[in-house]
């Protein structure tokens, strides 16, 4: 996974629910762990979260 491929949330976080979709806008460590952005339907984002790859999981790559 890199920078600006889509991913699911695997678990829920607050305020996120499993299932929530997000944009990895930024590799913290390439591969492993990545600051993912998600969004509401408006585009304000909700939440900015640093995740593990085991976290996600893909939906689209870019």
Do not use: W, Y
Request: aromatic residues 4%; proline residues 3%.
């Amino acid at each position: 996974m890199k920078e600006l491929d889509v991913v699911s949330l695997r678990e829920s976080r607050v305020p996120l629910k499993a299932g929530s979709i997000g944009t990895i806008v930024h590799e913290n460590t390439p591969g492993k762990s990545f600051m993912v952005e998600f969004c509401d339907a408006s585009g304000r984002t909700i939440a900015l979260e640093d995740l593990s790859v085991d976290d996600v999981d893909l939906v689209q790559a870019c």
